[in-house]
């Protein structure tokens, strides 16, 4: 390949070959820690023994075979090749670790807290948690993930605290994993979730290095894909979907009001439009008389009826969210605002669509970007809950809310209940759910995570 660089070194008569990929390693570090001591050494003892000795790198290693030779080369580390019978190579650890700033992700923004990302580079982001979590029982595994790409991918967890179940369940999971070339996290999150297609994500993700450590501390492990901004933590459990960082430096009687809020605002995107077809399309006559009247004279004239219209609408305003993701970040924006306004107000006088069905379906749409990890997964449930509604009626939607609910607590990550901490029930686990205590009232681990009881802080004196 047009990038990989050998170099031959003259060093009194014994040949020596450094071998490196172009801008993936450091010409500066080759020169300072490998071409300038092994110069310095020939000139003051005239011969060159062991080089490895010599190179003034923090990270020498030698190895035995072409193999593991390639493996360090690919890996970033360039190979001393030189006529030895005890070694095949010395590999010194020169990566260029040039790479994009830990700035503040855009998907996880807070007022207050750390404005601090994770990046491109595997070893930037172990770095990260490191420096947050300094405890020796923190544990780092590497493994090699792709056929062909060969990506670093880092297990990290704290011994002692996570479940040696869970982490040996994530080595199973990894290790069975085949496929050429990883590009993303992503990839891994889709292979080591539980189920075949899951709708709902059993594996939690984030830019975030605070929100992680904070995981990693309530005993899940966290998955760094080198490559990847994006770290992936198990289990993962669907209230921590409610769960924002910025909760914990609040106010507990706030941020308490906050959860349910969100709470309230989900199941307001899921079930409003589809108990509003229900009533109106099989139940006209269990509505308020007024909203009833209301309707009826906004939707006189109509093409379609309330089931067909509220589709169509949500359909329509997909489409034009997924236009704004997909434009330049510059006008996104500005073409999702504006076409939904053009489209909803023209809908309107040209006799297509109703008011009041458009406030159902906006006040819905809105509520679901209110829980961002469980945004795509809503929209498909909402769609089922319509459809059997507008065909059942009443019958139809108490039905997919109760096969919802047992589908979801039949559910697990890992091993570990999905509904926790309903089902099972736990005092404990409630304290951070649905509503926030205080911090130091968290006194224990979550016990359905670590399966062992361990006290992480203590509570606070009533007088300070």
């Given at each position: 390949?047009?990038?990989?660089?050998?170099?031959?070194?003259?060093?009194?008569?014994?040949?020596?070959?450094i071998?490196?990929?172009?801008?993936?390693?450091?010409?500066?570090m080759?020169?300072?820690?490998?071409?300038?001591?092994?110069?310095?050494?020939?000139?003051?003892?005239?011969?060159?023994?062991?080089?490895?000795?010599i190179?003034?790198?923090?990270?020498?290693?030698?190895?035995?075979?072409?193999?593991?030779?390639?493996?360090?080369?690919?890996?970033?580390?360039?190979?001393?090749?030189?006529?030895?019978?005890?070694?095949?190579a010395?590999?010194?650890?020169?990566?260029?670790?040039?790479?994009?700033?830990?700035?503040?992700?855009?998907?996880?923004?807070?007022?207050?807290?750390?404005?601090?990302?994770?990046?491109?580079?595997?070893?930037?982001?172990?770095m990260?948690l490191?420096?947050?979590?300094?405890?020796?029982?923190?544990?780092?595994?590497?493994?090699?993930?792709?056929?062909?790409?060969?990506t670093?991918?880092?297990?990290?967890?704290?011994?002692?605290?996570?479940?040696?179940?869970?982490?040996?369940?994530?080595?199973?999971?990894?290790?069975?994993?085949?496929?050429?070339?990883?590009?993303?996290?992503?990839?891994?999150?889709?292979y080591i979730?539980?189920?075949i297609?899951?709708?709902?994500?059993?594996?939690?993700?984030?830019?975030?290095?605070?929100?992680?450590?904070?995981?990693?501390?309530?005993?899940?492990?966290?998955?760094?894909?080198?490559?990847?901004?994006v770290?992936l933590?198990?289990?993962?459990?669907?209230?921590?979907?409610?769960?924002?960082?910025?909760d914990y430096s609040?106010?507990?009687?706030?941020?308490?009001?906050?959860?349910?809020?969100?709470?309230?605002?989900?199941?307001?995107?899921?079930?409003?439009?589809?108990?509003?077809?229900?009533?109106?399309?099989?139940?006209?006559?269990?509505?308020?008389?007024?909203?009833?009247?209301?309707?009826?004279k906004?939707?006189?004239?109509?093409?379609?009826?309330?089931?067909?219209?509220?589709?169509?609408?949500?359909?329509?305003?997909?489409?034009?969210?997924?236009?704004?993701?997909?434009?330049?970040?510059?006008v996104?924006?500005?073409?999702?605002l504006?076409?939904?306004?053009?489209?909803?107000?023209?809908a309107?006088?040209?006799?297509?669509?109703?008011?009041?069905v458009?406030?159902?379906?906006?006040?819905?749409?809105?509520?679901?970007?209110?829980?961002?990890?469980?945004?795509?997964?809503?929209?498909?449930?909402?769609?089922?809950?319509?459809?059997?509604?507008?065909?059942?009626?009443?019958?139809?939607?108490?039905?997919?809310v109760?096969?919802?609910?047992?589908?979801?607590?039949s559910?697990?990550?890992?091993?570990?209940?999905?509904?926790?901490?309903?089902?099972?029930?736990?005092?404990?686990?409630?304290?951070?759910?649905?509503?926030?205590?205080?911090?130091?009232?968290?006194?224990k681990?979550?016990?359905?995570?670590?399966?062992?009881?361990?006290?992480?802080?203590?509570?606070?004196?009533?007088?300070?």
């Open positions: 390949m047009d990038d990989l660089i050998v170099r031959e070194v003259d060093l009194g008569g014994k040949m020596i070959a071998i490196y990929i172009s801008n993936f390693c450091s010409k500066d080759i020169s300072r820690q490998i071409l300038f001591p092994l110069r310095e050494a020939l000139n003051a003892a005239g011969e060159v023994e062991k080089t490895e000795s190179i003034t790198s923090a990270a020498v290693n030698t190895v035995s075979s072409a193999q593991e030779a390639e493996e360090m080369l690919l890996s970033g580390s360039a190979v001393v090749i030189e006529d030895r019978p005890d070694i095949f010395v590999t010194v650890a020169v990566k260029n670790e040039e790479g994009r700033t830990g700035n503040e992700p855009e998907t996880e923004n807070v007022i207050r807290g750390p404005h601090e990302g994770f990046t491109e580079s595997g070893e930037a982001n172990a990260l490191r420096r947050r979590i300094r405890s020796t029982g923190l544990k780092k595994e590497v493994f090699k993930i792709g056929d062909r790409s060969r670093d991918v880092a297990l990290m967890y704290i011994e002692g605290i996570a479940d040696e179940k869970v982490i040996d369940e994530v080595r199973r999971r990894l290790y069975a994993i085949r496929i050429d070339g990883v590009a993303d996290s992503g990839i891994i999150e889709t979730q539980d189920g297609r899951p709708m709902y994500p059993t594996v939690g993700n984030s830019e975030r290095p605070d929100k992680v450590a904070a995981k990693i501390l309530e005993g899940r492990a966290a998955i760094i894909v080198d490559g990847s901004p770290v933590t198990v289990p993962y459990l669907f209230c921590e979907g409610f769960q924002v960082a910025e609040k106010s507990t009687w706030y941020a308490g009001f906050i959860r349910l809020l969100r709470l309230f605002s989900y199941f307001l995107a899921l079930y409003l439009p589809a108990i509003f077809v229900a009533l109106e399309v099989k139940h006209h006559e269990l509505m308020a008389p007024q909203i009833a009247d209301a309707v009826d906004a939707r006189e004239n109509l093409p379609f009826s309330v089931f067909w219209e509220v589709i169509v609408i949500f359909l329509i305003f997909e489409i034009v969210r997924e236009v704004g993701l997909r434009m330049p970040k510059a996104g924006s500005a073409v999702g504006v076409g939904s306004l053009i489209l909803g107000d023209s309107i006088e040209a006799g297509v669509a109703s008011a009041p458009l406030i159902v379906v906006a006040l819905a749409a809105v509520c679901n970007f209110i829980v961002p990890p469980y945004m795509h997964p809503n929209i498909l449930y909402r769609f089922i809950m319509i459809i059997v509604s507008g065909t059942f009626g009443l019958f139809g939607f108490f039905a997919g109760f096969i919802g609910f047992a589908v979801m607590a559910k697990s990550s890992f091993g570990v209940p999905y509904f926790y901490p309903f089902a099972p029930i736990s005092v404990e686990g409630m304290k951070d759910f649905p509503i926030m205590t205080p911090i130091w009232e968290m006194t681990v979550p016990r359905a995570i670590v399966s062992k009881d361990i006290t992480r802080a203590k509570r606070k004196e009533e007088k300070q």
